[in-house]
């Protein structure tokens, strides 16, 4: 935690009140590397004078000032990570789409040229991003229905030599728990669609990354998610604010 991290958080502390934050940033060999939460599962990852979307949905006024995206990533189909209306609003010519087929196929045909697609396993590079897609699927048996292995993508994204983990939605799959080296996760949680935070404390708490931020949380308990990630040490949990106004 760097000091002027640790300066807020004292200051919230001796106040009596912590929030979650609006934005937040890790160092890399290419500078900043910005995280903007916009909500649940959408946000924006900024470095260099390079704008990534991520799951972008909902009305494009979330998106005002932060940039038009050199890059979108699309994890799968469902509604709260994919959205036509909004693709359309944001996308500009010379943005990239990085998808998995089941996204790609939902794409209108004026994108086509945008479009790469990624399976499973599949890697690429792109605006001086290492692209590697991972699996996200379902493992409990009364949720496999939700996300099917093969159907979505997980991303590593490797920018300045850091390496950011996107999940998805996914439970604590092998695939994930196996990850080397991950400097920055982004690790969903929530039920019925994805996994509990006992599970995603325990993933976590497996691959090891230095950083972890909950998303795509809606109504799971952080508090929780943070006592059990942080009692194993070494892995530093930071709270974003993915449901502003609630």
């Known amino acids: 935690m760097n000091l002027k991290r640790i300066f807020v958080v004292i200051f919230l502390a001796l106040n009596g009140f912590f929030v979650n934050a609006a934005v937040d940033s ?15 599962a959408s946000f924006i990852i900024k470095f260099t004078n390079i704008v990534v979307y991520v799951d972008p949905v909902g009305n494009s006024a979330r998106y005002t000032n932060q940039g038009r995206p050199d890059v979108i990533f699309y994890t ?17 010519e010379n943005t990239k789409i990085i998808a998995p087929p089941s996204v790609a196929q939902l794409i209108p045909p004026k994108f086509e040229k945008n479009i790469i697609v990624l399976e499973n396993g599949g890697h690429t590079n792109i605006l001086t991003i290492n692209v590697w897609a ?68 325990d993933a ?40 502003p106004g609630r």
């Not at 799968?76 to 500009?92: A, I, Q, T, W």
């Not at 809606?218 to 709270?239: N, P, Y």
Request: with cysteine; net charge neutral.
């Open 134 to 201: 991972i699996p996200m699927y379902n493992l409990t048996p009364d949720r496999l229905n939700y996300h099917k292995k093969g159907v979505g993508n997980g991303y590593v994204l490797t920018i300045g030599g850091k390496k950011i983990y996107i999940s998805g939605d996914t439970e604590d799959i092998p695939e994930m728990r196996s990850l080397k080296d991950i400097d920055v996760a982004f690790v969903c949680m929530n039920l019925p669609y994805t996994m509990n935070v006992e599970q995603a404390a």
């Open 26 to 40: 890790i160092q890399s060999e290419v500078g900043e590397i910005k995280f903007i939460p916009i909500e649940h």
């Open 76 to 92: 799968h189909g469902h509604g709260d990570h994919f959205d036509v209306k909004s693709l359309n609003e944001v996308c500009v």
């Open 204 to 243: 976590v708490k497996a691959f090891k990354p230095k950083i972890v931020y909950p998303y795509h949380c809606r109504g799971s308990d952080l508090d929780k998610f943070s006592r059990l990630v942080e009692a194993s040490g070494g892995i530093e949990v930071r709270r974003l604010n993915w449901y």
